[in-house]
């Protein structure tokens, strides 16, 4: 599967925006997926997940409440809306997804080989 991940930009605090990962391939439907992002100089760190049928939803305690991901796979596109944005979501963007499908450890990066190439959000404050 390839992913590409869009909608980046930049927002002031508080603000809203809404990111997506598009995917080719007919077996999209068929994959967990999960966002993660990168700032300089530290490591990519989880974000949010969604399961195949978009039943199962997982999110890092610091999004929690604040972002939802979502999914539509008449469109093979993932969803990540982002509310009460703050200073320190400030990173590059990652759609990813895990080899086998389906994953239980959807929070560790090892476990994904199909990445997107990233897509840029700036909260201003």
């Known amino acids: 599967v390839q992913l590409q991940a869009s909608g980046g930009g930049l927002v002031q605090a508080g603000g809203s925006l809404r990111l997506s990962c598009a995917a080719s391939?007919?077996?999209?439907?068929?994959?967990?997926i999960a966002w993660f992002r990168q700032t300089p100089g530290k490591e990519r760190e989880f974000v949010a997940a969604?399961?195949?049928?978009?039943?199962?939803?997982h999110y890092a305690d610091s999004v929690k409440g604040r972002f939802t991901i979502s999914r539509d796979n008449a469109k093979n596109t993932v969803y990540l809306q982002m509310n009460s944005l703050k200073p320190e979501d400030t990173a590059v963007y990652y759609c990813?997804?895990?080899?086998?499908?389906?994953?239980?450890?959807?929070?560790?990066?090892?476990?994904?080989?199909?990445w997107g190439q990233g897509t840029e959000l700036t909260v201003s404050s």
């Open positions: 990813a997804a895990p080899r086998t499908y389906v994953s239980d450890n959807y929070y560790l990066m090892s476990e994904h080989d199909y």
């Open positions: 391939g007919r077996t999209f439907s068929n994959y967990d």
């Open positions: 969604i399961r195949w049928s978009g039943s199962i939803t």
